[in-house]
């Protein structure tokens, strides 16, 4: 590799830059797909790409270590969305020792779809002061 060459991005790399100009709407890519989809279908990709976002900066706040609070799954219903054939669905939840609920839409892995009255873990949003992030069921799969 020479002076003068720029490093080559990875796959993974490559297709997280193309996700967030699409999501963004910015860039070839975020243009065109804007242009073909119309303003009403683009939204609903930038809803599922921010829902996998989501998913992601969940992960890493895990594995930094982040601590979690334990909550009540008081119903869930499904959005009729897939991202990576796992359902988005909107939660509500009562946390632990906190008085109001909570309404949130998230990916929850088909494999283990929470029920009412089930415990669910969530992670405080760094993005979001006062807001939280579905972190599944506490059991590691």
């Known amino acids: 590799m ?5 490093r080559r991005q990875s796959r993974e ?4 830059d193309i996700a967030g100009k ?15 989809l119309g303003d ?11 829902a996998f976002n989501s998913g992601l900066d969940v992960q890493q706040l895990l594995a930094a270590g982040a601590p979690t609070t334990p909550a009540v799954v008081v119903s869930i219903s499904d959005t009729g969305k897939l991202v ?13 020792g906190v008085a109001d609920r909570i309404a949130l839409q998230t990916i929850v892995s088909k494999l283990r779809i929470p029920r009412a009255g089930d415990q669910v873990l ?9 807001g ?3 972190a599944g069921d506490g059991v590691t799969p």
């Open 13 to 16: 790399e490559r297709a997280a």
């Open 40 to 50: 009403e279908d683009f939204s609903r990709v930038q809803q599922s790409i921010g």
């Open 22 to 36: 699409v999501a963004s709407g910015k860039g070839f890519y975020g243009r065109t797909t804007r242009a073909f």
């Open 132 to 134: 939280y992030l579905y």
């Open 2 to 6: 020479g002076i003068f060459r720029k």
């Open 84 to 96: 990576n054939f796992d359902p988005v669905v909107d939660l509500v939840l009562q946390p632990a």
């Open 122 to 130: 969530l992670v405080a949003d760094p993005a979001r002061p006062g």
